[in-house]
């Protein structure tokens, strides 16, 4: 653990998640640059709790609006699931699943059973459809 920047409490983190949600309202790009001043401690932890929905960590690190399934879709499910991974959407056979580890952000595509390939960083939602797309 950070000694200097320790990880917030849960108490602290909700206060913190009431005030950026408050703020920012509906817009995704003004809860983006508040998530943004964070410190990292506080940011990592909040994009995997309770406290923000999948959709707004997608947002956050991938800047991209998918299909309306898709968000619907990460709208449903607590940041926190991101911890193991969220099936984001199924093209054909191949099925794109969501996660965040070790603060990264992630997409695996899998055949359903078993993952084909992993993509990580800012470019991993297209990257992952680029590799769908030539692989059928």
Known sequence: MDTENPAPSFSELVRIADCLLDESGEDE??????LETLPGPVR???LVSDLLNAWQVFYYFFR????ELVRERLELEPASSLVE???IDEIELLTRVFLVKNSI????????KDPLKTFSGASAVADSQTYIESTL
């Open 44 to 46: 990592n932890e909040l």
């Open 64 to 67: 991209t609006v998918p299909d």
């Open 105 to 112: 952000p992630t997409i695996i595509v899998t055949d359903g």
């Open 29 to 34: 790009d003004a809860l983006m640059r508040r």
């Open 85 to 87: 991974g969220v099936e």
